[in-house]
């Protein structure tokens, strides 16, 4: 059997947007799987909509996923160059064979004469379209005489290749993912091949590359269905055995209706790309989750799980599992809700599995972490305690901040609560006791509780203003916990500070 082959081919019109990261990766598992080829091209033939960077952040984006490409603008391979900007030569032979069949013409009509017919269209509530009925009123091979042709050619007259959509034609077309369905062509209209400049548009290069990079499948987004018929006549046209299609299900809002779009990020307040991107003209950067603190894996699992689930619904998997299962046949026809907290609990899922040497790796990347004096000891103590409620590395920080910074400041609710008159005596008193015990959480648990009864004292009275002390809110991990991470000195030194440094 021939080696699958699958391609994913985005423009570099700016950054990846969770819909193409998913799409690459479906390509990904789908050739891994079938232990094929994933192939990277760039779509770049529209200079109008490129932006500077774009294809790096693709690189970067794939790279960061763990979805490396086999082939692609920087890995070379076999088929390159894999710029379809770099490629004009190989277009060029195939537009002049394709004008040599049936399927397609040229024409001479200028964007302002197409602009004049679409408005008086308009006019008698119509719209244009350029297609069987029309292309005989039109400027071009098929309305003109062979001489005309030939002046307008001879003077240089720019021109266009459009598609010479068949009449009364059934297609019958097959889509892994959405079965049979038939599209008539009178409904499709004649798309332009090649451009004024020469360059093919990415109906025709995105044929021609499929064909010449040998691609046995085409696993793309659901925008590009209605493209099906004219895609899968360019491969009749040219005599060439049409490749398989699956198009993938939308990513949707979280609400459920409409494609999650770009500016979904800022509105519902998570982001919408792998990676953080500064655009080059505005200066604006658009958040990425590599930045937002998400782990690759755990990233790459949830999105995995937008519109596939494995047989056994199993939600974490890693890579190679998913590599093992994923089955493109299973993927849903139906959009796949977007879900920030679901995303949030695959994150919280990894960093509960991670190594705790990782996580201590990231965390030191936090300033306050690295300028602390901490021993790696110690931080290791605080990320056991704390990353059961963390979703981020980040909250392991964020929620123990208490560990690096003594509470200065007590919260005047938390007081009222914590304090009476007589806690100043039971934290000194307490305080005392502490001085000569073994700083182990087991034994100083034990030695809290034994205080509060030897005092008569309700646990509460004791823990609650102890909490106050070390962490100057009623909130965190278990206080004997906290008292031996911060070792004896410290935790005196802020119960006698609560004690006798603040005045209530
Ligand atoms: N260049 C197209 C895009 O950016 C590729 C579509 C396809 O995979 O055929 O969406």
Request: overall charge negative; charged content about 30%.
């Amino acid at each position: 059997m021939k080696k699958t082959r699958v391609r994913f081919a985005p423009s570099p019109t700016g950054p990846l947007h969770l819909g193409g990261v998913r799409t690459a990766l479906y390509d990904y598992l789908f050739a891994k799987n079938t232990g094929g080829d994933f192939v990277l091209r760039i779509e770049d033939t529209d200079v109008a909509r490129y932006v500077e960077g774009a294809e790096n952040y693709i690189l970067e984006a794939l790279e960061w996923c763990g979805i490396s490409p086999d082939e692609s603008p920087k890995h070379g391979g076999k088929f390159a160059p894999y710029r379809q900007s770099e490629r004009r030569e190989i277009y060029e032979k195939y537009t002049a064979e394709i004008l040599k069949t049936d399927f397609a013409y040229i024409a001479f009509d200028t964007t302002e004469e197409l602009d004049e017919i679409r408005k008086e269209f308009e006019t008698k509530g119509e719209v244009f379209s350029y297609n069987h009925q029309t292309r005989n009123r039109l400027k071009n091979s098929i309305s003109l005489s062979e001489t005309e042709v030939q002046n307008l050619l001879e003077k240089k007259i720019p021109f266009v290749v459009r598609f010479k959509m068949p009449i009364d034609r059934i297609l019958n077309l097959e889509d892994i993912i959405r079965g049979k369905f038939s599209v008539n062509t009178n409904t499709l209209d004649d798309k332009v091949l090649v451009k004024h400049d020469g360059m093919p548009t990415y109906h025709f290069a995105n044929v021609i590359d499929d064909r010449e990079m040998e691609i046995s499948h085409v696993i793309r987004g659901e925008e590009w269905l209605p493209s099906l018929g004219l895609h899968v006549l360019l491969y009749e046209a040219m005599n060439w055995e049409p490749p398989q299609f699956a198009h993938l299900p939308l990513i949707l809002k979280p609400e459920g209706k409409g494609k999650l779009s770009k500016r979904d990020g800022d509105k519902f307040g998570f982001p919408v790309f792998p990676l953080n991107f500064k655009d080059p003209e505005t200066g604006n950067i658009s958040k990425g989750y590599r930045e937002e603190g998400y782990f690759p894996d755990a990233f790459v699992n949830f999105l995995a799980l937008l519109g596939w689930s494995p047989s056994d619904d199993k939600e974490i998997l890693s890579l190679d599992e998913m590599i093992q299962e994923f089955d493109i046949h299973k993927v849903h026809k139906a959009g796949a809700r977007f879900s920030k907290e679901k995303a949030e609990w695959f994150n919280h899922q990894y960093l509960q599995k991670k190594p705790t040497g990782e996580i201590l790796k990231h965390l030191k990347e936090i300033d306050a972490v690295k300028n602390s004096d901490f021993s790696d000891d110690k931080l290791l103590k605080i990320i056991n305690l704390m990353k059961e409620r963390a979703t981020f590395t980040k909250d392991i920080y964020e929620n123990g901040t208490f560990f690096f910074s003594a509470p200065k400041t007590f919260d005047e609710k938390s007081l009222k609560k914590a304090w009476n008159e007589d806690t100043p005596n039971i934290l000194n008193e307490l305080s005392e006791r502490l001085q000569t015990t073994d700083f182990k959480s087991e034994i100083l648990k034990e030695n809290i509780h034994q205080f509060a009864e030897t005092k008569g004292l309700g646990i509460g009275k004791v823990m609650m203003p102890l909490r106050l002390a070390l962490v100057g809110e009623l909130k965190g991990p278990d206080v004997p916990d906290i008292l031996e991470i911060l070792g004896k000195n410290e935790s005196l030194e802020r119960i006698e500070f609560m004690v006798f440094g603040v005045s209530f």
